[in-house]
Structures are given as C-alpha cells and as structure tokens.
C-alpha cells in the first residue's frame, strides 16, 4: 500500500522527504504510523482542479467592481 511522508525521516536505508508518497509492507507501515511519520494515501482523489487552462472545465469568474452607493454622492 501507498503511504504519505507526513515528517522527515529514513525509511529501509532511503531519505525520504515530507509529501513523498512510498510503497511499504504493512508491518513497516504500521510501525512508522504509530510514531507519526507516514499516513494512508487515498489514490481515488484525483480532482482537476485547473480553472480557466487549457483542459480546464470550468471558465474563470469575472469579477466586476461594485456601483458605487448613491449617498456618497449626496454627501458631496
């Protein structure tokens, strides 16, 4: 199973930095988890978030500026 780096640490004589995502047995799994250095990677979340690219879904949000109130012309 695939597991995430969640702290520095070296894992079977290899460095591994956080965010790394590793592929380790269960026994060694678990050993690393309960000193808090790897969790479980969830691999269906595969999300395409890129808004207003090429291949993107959905189009970028306009944002327009607000009318101004009228009583702040009053004011004056």
Do not use: F, H, Q
């Amino acid at each position: 199973m695939k597991y995430e780096v969640i702290k520095g640490c070296v894992i079977a004589g290899k460095s591994c930095r956080v965010g790394e995502v590793v592929e380790l047995d269960e026994r060694l799994a678990r050993s690393l988890m309960g000193i808090g250095r790897v969790s479980p990677v969830d691999e269906s979340k595969t999300v395409n978030r890129a808004v207003g690219v090429e291949g993107g879904e959905e189009k970028p949000k306009r944002r327009t500026r607000k009318p101004k109130v009228e009583e702040e012309k009053e004011a004056e």
